[in-house]
């Protein structure tokens, strides 16, 4: 499960890349796409992670003397929103059964209640 911030720079980077195989940005322009406040250094790391995770391949390179990164998704990186809504509905699934469960023991305890 990623973190928080993983999980910012992930979606910045599948937003920017879902319609490309692989694609130039600068790590500014990534920054700006990031709804977390994320230094430039840590978000060197966070790629580097995510890129050890299996989501992307990241390679560093210079556009006109300027650092860029250059991102191809893996298809585990192109499955990533997909993943976040089955743990959702996992999560909401696990939470309805857990709600059925203790209205249930309510019931029955009332019910054993009364007849007692």
Not at 40 to 66: A, N, P
Not at 95 to 114: D, K, Q, R
């Amino acid at each position: 499960m990623l973190s928080r911030r993983e999980n910012a720079v992930m979606s910045a980077v599948y937003g920017k890349g879902i319609q490309k195989e692989t694609f130039l940005i600068s790590p500014q322009e990534l920054k700006k796409d990031v709804s977390e406040k994320i230094k430039l250094d840590e978000l060197d790391k966070i790629l580097t992670l995510l890129s050890q995770d299996g989501y992307m391949d990241v390679y560093l390179s210079s556009r006109h003397g300027e650092k860029v990164y250059c991102i191809g998704l893996t298809p585990k990186g192109r499955s990533f929103k997909r993943n976040g809504q089955v743990i959702k509905r996992t999560l909401l699934f696990k939470l309805a059964v857990t709600v059925g469960f203790a209205v249930l023991s309510f019931v029955i305890g009332l019910l054993l209640n009364a007849i007692f």
